[in-house]
């Protein structure tokens, strides 16, 4: 009768543990990636962001219409945290603590057996965070320059990306529109933003 009450016991914990893991319907989370910050207020750089969900990667892209093309092209790869990716298929918005890794590499032509196109080479060039902390962050959103492992610093909110994600973001001032598998979700949800609806409107206009 001991041992019952003791097996019975232990699978309650475990199911409440699990619980306690898994994004809820209203989005919110218990979160094993959460962002990380020091004492100053610096972001920790998380380390395994190469297990998260990978979103998308752009080639040479620029939101500047002036912008000239590149002789040797830049990938971006994005990747958000699971927590945050399983909340967004349930809700199509963004949960708090929340976060994205931009990770930029260079391209090459030539290499093995390629004969046309670029593939990503080398190592990575450069590297920023878009993290979602609502009580730590003004308008709730914040990027950091990460340099290696090192804490970061938070981007000044007068840097152009803040207004420009405010102005362009698909959802929840994120890029979700270069997100092939997430817009539907967003879509489906009517989570799109009236600024993203008006930017398709008008490219949709723009004779080329």
Sequence with gaps: MVKATIYR???????????????MGDGSAEYSHAP???SDGRLNPPADYRE??????????????????????VF???FVNPEAYRAFLKT???PDKTQFVLEVRSS??????NHRGHFQSGAITGMEVHVKDTSRFQGGWAFFGIDGQSPAKQIPLTQACYSCHSAHGAVDT????????????????VTLSTAYMKDEAQAA????
Excluded: R
């Design 9 to 23: 016991s232990a699978l309650i914990a475990m199911a409440l543990a699990a619980q306690a893991s898994v994004a």
């Design 36 to 38: 990380s910050y020091t």
């Design 52 to 73: 998260w969900v990978f979103l998308s990667s752009g080639l040479d892209m620029s939101y500047n219409e002036k912008a000239m093309a590149s002789s040797q092209p």
């Design 76 to 78: 971006d790869n994005v």
């Design 92 to 94: 199509g918005t963004w």
């Design 108 to 113: 090459s032509a030539k290499g093995s057996i």
């Design 174 to 189: 994120t890029f979700v529109q270069f997100y092939p598998t997430l817009l539907p979700i967003a879509q489906q949800h």
């Design 205 to 208: 206009n723009t004779v080329h």
